[in-house]
């Protein structure tokens, strides 16, 4: 047996009202300069502060702006949308919640044949092929969509931690990384992968409901 310590995963707490606190590395780091009263060197564990009140001047970094603005991050969405949605096919089934979906739009345009946008129902599970469907579902960022084949779901994907900071959009978290203090999902969906807002205005917080679409957000240095 080996006596090897697996690393543990990064975590994301969302501390109140104010920024990500984004931990990659858990082995203390000794602060430079900084001793308590007897002297004693302190350490503590590197991390970095990701902003999600969208108002930062150092995105994707916070700048103390939440307080400034009195940033609540207070989830406000009564959650009548998040409800697991099965549409079937002979082969496949495409499972979709809405009330988690980010609106990326990676399946309207990119399989616009099974996922039609401004149509109900919005889900063809037939209009194209098995191969081009799980291709689809997999850059789906959120964990809205999954699929069924032969009665097994496929929700989670093999990568490795990380955190992408999306082009005018949330954060795009894969590989596993807890969010503390938050149920990622109320229906049995992925916990591999989520979006995170960083709008500051998403109805659902921490996670992304697609309003930086309808608020016109925009984050040029990203």
């Not at 697996?6 to 082995?27: A, H, L, R, S």
């Not at 009195?70 to 959650?79: K, L």
């Not at 996922?115 to 037939?126: A, M, Q, T």
């Not at 969509?145 to 032969?150: A, D, N």
Request: proline letters at 7%; charged letters at 30%.
């Amino acid at each position: 047996m080996s006596d090897k310590k697996e690393t543990p995963k990064p975590i994301i707490i969302p501390t109140p009202n104010g920024p990500y606190i984004y931990i990659t590395d858990f082995t203390p780091k000794e602060v430079k300069g900084l001793t308590n009263s007897k002297g004693e060197k302190r350490s503590t564990m590197p991390s970095a502060a990701l902003c999600r009140c969208g108002q930062s001047e150092n995105k994707p970094f916070c700048d103390s702006t939440h307080g400034k603005i009195h940033f609540n991050d207070r989830r406000e969405t009564d959650g009548h949308l998040d409800e697991r949605m099965n549409y079937e096919a002979v082969k496949i089934t495409i499972h979709d919640n809405r009330g988690i979906c980010a609106h990326a739009g990676f399946c309207t345009d990119n399989l616009p044949s099974v996922f039609k946008l401004g149509e109900e129902p919005w889900v063809d599970p037939s209009g194209a092929s098995i191969e081009e469907i799980i291709e689809t579902i997999n850059k789906c960022p959120s964990g809205a969509l999954s699929y069924s084949i032969e009665g097994i779901e496929h929700r989670d994907q093999d990568r490795e931690p990380a955190v992408v900071v999306s082009k005018d959009g949330p954060y795009y978290v894969t590989g596993g990384i807890q969010i503390m203090g938050y149920e990622q999902r109320a229906e049995e969906v992925s916990n591999e992968h989520c979006t995170l807002c960083r709008c500051g205005s998403s109805k659902n917080k921490p996670f992304c409901d697609g309003t930086h679409w309808d608020i016109g957000f925009e984050d040029e240095k990203n």
